[in-house]
């Protein structure tokens, strides 16, 4: 209440500025003994009025010009009271843990464990190459991969449930002088060839289909003096169904080539339509 009381005062004391030139004025005019205008002349004499006069201005001053020094002045501390403390400042938060205690860690990412993206199987590794045909096998008796050659069957996913087509993809690093791909079929019920293509040129493969009890057998022979160039190339058979999906489990295919490394074999089974 006190420290709000002696703000105030402070404030209007500052804020307060005499009409010295008013007071002076006046302080003349009883000296000169000049009338005052706001009053009639009482016909007495003027010397105590001035007197009057003069020591009500420098009352006025006195007291306003100890008032403001009083204010102003920041009263000095009694002696047995202590001063009102400031109020203290929020603590930092401690950058560190402490000395004591289990410390506090930002956690990281495990270096093993957790989610991760599913692993993509490895592209075979090529094998010695040798006039053996040796190559890169998988686990399941394939060998997909012989040298500069690999391959790939698949199940084509442009097929119904009466139709399907049966994809041989060959990749070869080197040109090849002698090509055999051959695709056989299961016979599952209702299996009967409608056609097969190639991505290489027509006449240069001798193309031959037989019918036999437990698969129909596509042949796809490179012609003497031709040859397969290094690239991508797409051998597909067609063929009728029994209604329903096609099982591929026991469809089968085999590769024979020769290039500037010698003889190359790769064959495998065939992966389901995507």
Do not use: C
């Not at 004499?45 to 001035?50: L, M, N, S, Y």
């Amino acid at each position: 209440m006190n420290e709000e009381l002696t703000g105030r005062l402070r404030a209007a004391a500052e804020a307060h500025q005499p009409d010295r030139a008013r007071i002076l004025a006046r302080v003349e005019r009883g000296m000169s003994g000049a009338p005052d205008h706001h009053r009639g002349s009482s016909g007495a004499r003027p010397w105590p009025r001035v007197a009057l006069a003069s020591l009500a201005a420098v009352s006025v001053l006195a007291v306003g010009g100890f008032a403001v020094a009083a204010i102003v002045q920041s009263p000095p501390a009694r002696p047995g009271v202590p001063a009102t403390p400031a109020t203290p400042a929020a603590p930092a938060t401690p950058s560190a843990p402490p000395a004591s205690g289990t410390p506090r860690s930002t956690p990281s990412a495990p270096a093993t464990g957790g989610p991760t993206a599913p692993d993509r199987p490895s592209p075979p590794s090529p094998g010695p190459a040798a006039s053996g045909g040796a190559g890169s096998a998988r686990p399941d008796g394939a060998r997909v991969q012989d040298g500069p050659l690999s391959s790939a069957g698949s199940l084509n996913p442009g097929g119904n449930a009466y139709w399907a087509q049966s994809d041989i993809t060959l990749k070869t690093a080197q040109p090849l002088t002698a090509l055999t791909v051959e695709l056989r079929v299961a016979q599952t019920g209702g299996v009967q060839s409608t056609g097969s293509w190639r991505t290489l040129p027509a006449e240069d493969f001798t193309v031959t289909v037989q019918q036999e009890a437990a698969a129909v057998v596509y042949r796809w022979t490179l012609k003497p003096g031709r040859t397969v160039p290094a690239g991508q190339h797409v051998f597909a058979g067609q063929y009728n169904h029994a209604a329903g999906e096609r099982e591929a489990g026991n469809d089968r295919y085999r590769v024979d080539a020769n290039g500037a490394r010698g003889a190359l074999s790769v064959w495998g089974g065939f992966t389901p339509a995507r």
